[in-house]
């Protein structure tokens, strides 16, 4: 069975413990090691990880990355994760289960810069790289043996070690036929791993994992699937196509086909922004209008930026606000145009807002632009809204002098109020 040294780099034709070079006893093996080229890179413990480079003496203590009381983990290390700290756990329910983590707010400057040195290093391997967040990544290396002199297994190995010296971070990658097998490899060995699934094990291997296993099966389909006789990927891989279209409809066939491993998708360098938002939740739960409308505001006018960064507009908005139970409410409305200035961005969330402004008690609140829509043509204006030009050449000379004078030069006065409550 072929192997790997991920230390120096020695490869075998044969199955060891230690690597006969060097001593080292991380040596990955598998059937098909040098002949996947598929691989799912993921930044181990990312944020966390970034502040531990910067802050040595954190080293061996629990780091959690996120927001006050109130907020969620946005990151935690693997120190504190063996107590039960997960991402996106509130954080008082995180601070209960580790009393003694250091918590420490983002810092997404640092965050991006360390993400855009590793996409760099992904480049040099292959020009083939898929985004899938900040600190993850899919990479087709197929017919790059030549370019690297070696295997893909190889050539990832030593792109391991580079993202340490150069980044300050570990990474653990996840190597396969597809994507699909890719990102379930990358699950199984964290932190700094290489695992491998290989296309002849892949059904035998998934069939008793959990159909929560997918990507893109949560709780309530996992529900569905489990009151249908579904539990596990090993049921689902036994339905002909027939009779999984007959259950599951349209859907169904592709459900199966990934129940037994198989993914036919490419790895596409440009991902499609499916979304674009900004949201914050509060120091204190709030339920009256005024309280919430300047906060409202000021995520208007990050929405409005963002879009702008990534050349989308608004065809439509959706306001997002989580109760003090976490109870989730998503109200939408269209734009009569598409949009990138706060002002028009505001004045259709605002009616949705006054709704839902029940006297309920909200611990965060958000707008999104849905759907999304290509920014050239964005703020034209028409009969029904000649303003909208005007509206746009405001935000557009704000935006200039902040630029030259920074953020605090100019703001809109709704924008003043209520700058302490959480945002």
Not at 214 to 221: D, H, N, Q, Y
Not at 300 to 306: F, P, V, W
Request: aromatic share 4%; charged share 25%.
């Amino acid at each position: 069975m072929p192997s790997l040294c991920r230390d120096c780099f020695t490869q075998a034709e044969d199955h060891r413990r230690r690597c006969a070079a060097c001593g080292s006893g991380r040596v990955a093996s598998h059937p098909e090691l040098f002949t996947l080229a598929i691989a799912h890179v993921d930044c181990d413990a990312f944020f966390a990880s970034v502040e531990k480079r910067d802050r040595p003496e954190l080293a061996s203590r629990p780091v959690i990355v996120g927001g006050g009381q109130r907020g969620v983990v946005s990151a935690a290390c693997y120190v504190a994760r063996t107590r039960g700290v997960k991402s996106a756990m509130p954080m008082f329910k995180a601070l209960k289960a580790c009393p003694d983590a250091v918590v420490i707010k983002p810092d997404f400057t640092k965050y991006v810069a360390a993400s855009r040195h590793v996409r760099a290093l992904m480049e040099a391997l292959t020009p083939l790289v898929q985004a899938m967040s900040i600190d993850e990544a899919v990479l087709d290396l197929s017919g790059t043996e030549a370019l690297h002199g070696a295997p893909p297994a190889v050539a990832l190995a030593r792109f391991a070690r580079r993202v340490e010296q150069e980044v300050g971070v570990t990474i653990s990658v996840g190597l396969a036929p597809n994507r699909l097998l890719a990102k379930i490899a990358v699950e199984r060995d964290k932190p700094r791993g290489l695992a491998c699934i290989g296309a002849a094990e892949a059904a035998g291997l998934l069939a008793p994992e959990p159909v929560t296993i997918l990507p893109g099966v949560g709780p309530a389909f996992a529900a569905k699937l489990a009151g249908m006789g579904f539990s596990t990927l090993g049921q689902l891989q036994s339905l002909e196509p027939r009779e999984a279209l007959r259950r599951f409809g349209e859907e169904g066939p592709l459900l199966v086909a990934r129940a037994r491993g198989e993914d036919s998708r490419p790895v596409r360098p440009e991902r499609d922004t499916k979304s674009i938002s900004a949201e914050t939740t509060f120091d204190r739960d709030l339920s009256r209008p005024a309280e919430m409308e300047p906060i409202l505001w000021r995520l208007c006018e990050k929405l409005a930026r963002r879009l702008a960064e990534k050349g989308y507009a608004a065809g439509g908005v959706v306001l997002k606000l989580k109760t003090s139970r976490f109870a989730l409410r998503t109200r939408h409305a269209r734009l009569a145009g598409p949009s990138i200035v706060p002002e028009t961005l505001y004045a259709a969330v605002l009616p949705l807002l006054a709704r839902e402004a029940d006297g309920t008690a909200f611990r965060l609140i958000g707008i999104g632009a849905q759907p999304l829509v290509e920014g050239k043509g964005a703020d034209q204006g028409d009969l029904a809204d000649p303003e909208a030009p005007r509206r746009a050449a405001r935000w557009a000379a704000m935006e200039a002098l902040r630029t030259r004078f920074g953020d605090g030069a100019v703001r809109a006065g709704r924008s003043l109020a209520g700058r302490r409550e959480g945002y």
